[in-house]
């Protein structure tokens, strides 16, 4: 509605009908170029033209519009009945003996939907023009178990033990490649993932066509979301860099069945409307799936416009009303509030009119609107789809609040969703137990089902790894980085920097190697990557750089190799992982290496890096400015003394505290062996510092140790009585080298010093062994490889690092004697780095101190040596623990 007065009504109207009649004569195509030749007409003049995101609240496509459906409607949804079923019969079935959970109305409320893309429009992995993939909606999984027990891919076994995996050949609860590794592709149910990872999917898929190494053809990327979820900020945060990037190969579905897991999504309000001005606004082409086809020749009566002026009012806590209810209440409470539209359903039923769907539940509507999105270019689309959350299950569940934590129906329930889908199951049967129905492979449903599969590629759910096994350098290849660097001090990430040059140089890693950085090349030394092999960007470099006369000039290209993601570590994680898995999901291993400042690392993106354990991705995460003293003056949100604990926790990645250049490239060659040519389900996290110090060459004989966790440094040629082991690791184990030189100059003890590289492989190898133990009580023990390493040493052991105490304490049950660990709990500060190891009680002084303690507790020095030592250091003893402080 305008603000203005109209003072010549007759001339609008004159103008109205003309847009009538281009509509009427020509089409809606030729009446939207008007309009916006006309609005960019009025721009030009300064005329303020009204702007709105959303459009009526009908659907997108014109009912004239909408194409023949080109399959037999009719046996779909007898196969759709049947699936509904079976998902419904699992989780009811388990929670009967179990009560393990599970969900019923979310794939209820978009079995339609995910059925039309299953028998149209979802390529497998064996379609000529490559597969499409698909995340599906997670609490939607037992619709796709449902499915795959009709395509014969899961037994009745698996889905009567649905979610019973520990100690039975079950399914899990929701989509996990870990637990599934050939079925799910994508974990989906930390909600917001999905559709974050999806948009960088597709931007990587066109990135592996810049490159020439996978060809994009006709691929799409489906993702399958909740109107609940869409709240996630990560649902909507990336949505610009896929209109930025024009990702035509991106869908996203979302199954607005107006419901949270509690209540509406927005009881006050309008999520598709809402949605719509999102994504409008953001540039994605939008297609609403509001109402079905019975909706049509009631819209098309609708002279007055009242009906879809009532559609437009009410909020969709009354929508949700109008589903949990019946139709008498309909008629009054919708249709009664304008003679007009109470008019246009007077000759219906109160059932014919409780019976009129919603478009997500018309495989008609549903696929006019995958077909238009399939064949859009140059915007990703949305397709927003109104459903019903727990559709079918009527007065069990369907509409209501609680649909959402419905995971059980009695007799009564069963008998009406069974005749609500009129499914071939007797009374009888519903007596005993709830059944799964299966035709014989012979029957006409089977035989469409598989049809259609083959006709689309394969099935869907489905994980392939038809990745080559690369072939890995031998450590030599990296003998520049072995020989040290004299006295040349340089920082562990200039080194990484030089080991990533050598493997990009090579024959067969080069091309496969995907850098990662979220705008701080620079930073971290590598600039130089810009010019060696550029940085991606679809649309290549349409302007001159002003650093173009500089060596590492800023640039970009169509076939680019840099993945510069800007500041956003939840982007440059989700490139990581589409790159981490393109040995599944493209049939080329890909080797990522994502390069950020560690403190922003596993506690920003933790979900992110959890996904990918569960994932099986394989690629390098480098943790850069490592460790809570290295960072000089940038203070508590920039120094990092935990992520090393955090990374630990993921069952399949190996975490790493280099020191050295030669531990770094002993580990990196390590990763590449493992994970691309063994072909693990691995990843692994590696630290790299900006600390400056020379690098000395690599012992000999150390390579097992650096990969098991520790080697012996130094071994001391004193003779001094007292000795002691000192541990480190990082920047710390300098500290700790130092630490040792004071010991023997100053105090007369012997110190041993050795590097350990990772703990938590130590603690991991520990407990494995623990484990042998308790099982076999009858086997010769095993024995920890750190408490073999350290055994035959003498003298207590002291271990200080960069990080909380909680890192180095994860070994102490594999320690063979007395054991004292120094961390840096706490906030960090603005300072030098000297100044921060001092009052973090890590630097050579407080490992000295921690040494001499040892010594006096094990009764080899008296009291007063410690003390002599806090005053000649000038440690203040009265001050809080710096984790108080």
């Excluded at 449903?445 to 994980?463: N, V």
Aim: glycine share 10%; with cysteine; hydrophobic share 40%.
């Amino acid at each position: 509605m305008t603000q203005f007065q109209d003072h010549d009504p007759q001339e609008t109207r004159e103008w109205l009908d003309a847009l009538e009649a281009v509509v009427a004569f020509e089409g809606t195509d030729k009446a939207r170029h008007l309009i916006g030749s006309l609005i960019e007409a009025a721009r030009k003049h300064g005329i303020d033209t009204p702007y709105s995101a959303t459009t009526p609240y009908i659907n997108s496509i014109p009912t004239e519009k909408e194409p023949p459906y080109p399959g037999d409607r009719q046996m779909e949804q007898r196969l759709r009945a049947l699936v509904r079923w079976n998902a419904m019969a699992m989780v009811a079935r388990a929670n009967k003996h179990t009560s393990v959970g599970g969900h019923i109305a979310s794939y209820q409320s978009s079995a339609t939907m995910y059925e039309v893309g299953f028998n149209h429009f979802f390529k497998g992995p064996d379609h000529p023009e490559g597969a499409d993939m698909v995340f599906f909606q997670g609490h939607a999984s037992p619709g796709m178990y449902a499915r795959a027990f009709l395509e014969g891919r899961i037994t009745e076994e698996q889905l009567i033990n649905f979610r019973q995996e520990a100690h039975k050949n079950g399914l899990s609860s929701y989509p996990h490649p870990w637990l599934m590794s050939d079925f799910w592709q994508f974990p989906t149910v930390s909600m917001g993932l999905g559709p974050l990872m999806a948009i960088y999917q597709a931007r990587f898929m066109k990135y592996m066509d810049g490159r020439g190494l996978s060809k994009a053809n006709s691929r799409k990327v489906w993702a399958f979301l909740g109107d609940g979820e869409m709240d996630e900020p990560e649902s909507t945060g990336a949505i610009g860099l896929a209109v930025r990037e024009k990702l035509d190969n991106l869908v996203f579905v979302v199954n607005a069945n107006l419901q949270r897991l509690d209540g509406p999504v927005r009881g006050n309000g309008k999520i598709i409307q809402e949605l719509e001005g999102t994504f409008r606004g953001a540039g994605w082409n939008v297609i609403k799936v509001i109402w079905g086809p019975g909706w049509d020749a009631l819209l098309s009566k609708d002279i007055s416009g009242k009906l879809m002026q009532r559609m437009m009012e009410v909020v969709d806590g009354e929508y949700q009303a109008y589903k949990a209810k019946d139709g008498a209440f309909v008629r009054e409470n919708f249709f009664g509030k304008y003679p007009e539209t109470a008019e246009l359903v007077k000759n219906m039923t109160d059932d014919e009119i409780f019976s009129l769907t919603r478009g997500g539940h018309s495989s008609h509507k549903m696929y006019a609107a995958y077909k238009a999105a399939t064949e859009h270019k140059g915007q990703p689309t949305v397709i927003i789809a109104k459903t019903i959350k727990g559709y079918g299950m009527g007065p069990f569940g369907e509409g209501a609040m609680t649909a959402h934590n419905q995971k059980k129906l009695d007799i009564d329930g069963l008998k009406y969703f069974r005749d609500r889908f009129s499914l071939p199951i007797s009374d009888s049967q519903l007596a005993n137990d709830v059944p799964f129905y299966k035709p014989e492979d012979s029957h006409e449903l089977i035989k469409y089902l598989h049809e259609r599969r083959k006709h689309l590629g394969g099935y869907l759910p489905t994980r392939v790894d038809r990745s080559a096994a690369l072939p890995i350098p031998a450590l030599a290849a990296f003998d520049m980085i072995l020989k040290g660097t004299g006295d040349r001090e340089m920082s562990s990430t200039m080194l990484f920097g030089r080991i990533l040059a050598i493997i990009l140089r090579d024959k067969a890693l080069g091309k496969r190697v995907v850098p990662i950085i979220p705008d701080e090349a620079r930073t971290f030394g590598l600039e130089g990557l810009f010019r060696q092999v550029g940085i991606y960007d679809p649309a290549g470099q349409l302007y001159e750089p002003v650093d173009a006369d500089q060596v590492s000039w800023y640039k970009q290209a169509t076939n680019g190799q840099v993945l510069q993601e800007g500041i956003n570590e939840a982007g440059s994680m989700s490139s990581w992982l589409a790159a981490a898995t393109a040995y599944a999901n493209y049939g080329e291993a890909m080797i990522p290496f994502y390069i950020y400042y560690s403190m922003f690392g596993y506690q920003r993106v933790g979900d992110l890096v959890w996904l990918g354990g569960d994932m099986r991705a394989r690629g390098f995460i480098i943790g850069g400015t490592a460790g809570r003293t290295t960072l000089e003056g940038e203070g508590l949100q920039h120094q990092d003394g935990h992520n090393l604990v955090f990374f630990s926790a993921v069952p399949n990645c190996k975490s790493y505290d280099p020191t050295y250049g030669y531990e770094m490239a002993v580990i990196i060659r390590a990763g590449l062996q493992e994970m691309f040519a063994e072909k693990k389900d691995l990843f692994y996290y590696i630290t790299a510092m900006n600390e400056n110090y020379p690098h000395p060459a690599m012992p000999e004989g150390v390579e097992e140790g650096i990969l098991k966790g520790i080697y012996p440094l130094r071994t001391s040629k004193a003779k001094h009585k007292p000795r002691v082991q000192l541990l480190g690791s990082g920047t710390i184990l300098r500290e700790v080298e130092q630490a040792a030189q004071w010991l023997e100059a100053d105090w007369g003890v012997t110190a041993d010093v050795w590097s350990a590289p990772s703990f938590s492989e130590l603690a991991r190898e520990g407990q494995a062994c623990d484990r042998a133990n308790r099982l076999h009580p009858d086997q010769p023990a095993q024995i920890p490889y750190l408490t073999q390493t350290l055994a035959p040493t003498k003298g207590p052991i002291i271990a200080a690092t960069d990080y909380i105490h909680l890192y180095t304490e994860q070994v102490r049950a594999f320690m063979p004697r007395r054991y004292v660990t120094l961390g840096t709990d706490g906030f960090g500060r603005s300072d030098t780095r000297e100044a921060l190891r001092r009052f973090f009680e890590v630097d050579a002084a407080h490992v000295v101190v921690a040494a001499l303690k040892a010594l006096v507790d094990e009764g080899t020095l008296p009291a007063q040596v410690v003390n002599d030592a806090i005053g000649r250091y000038g440690i203040d003893a009265s001050l809080a623990m710096p984790s108080a402080r």
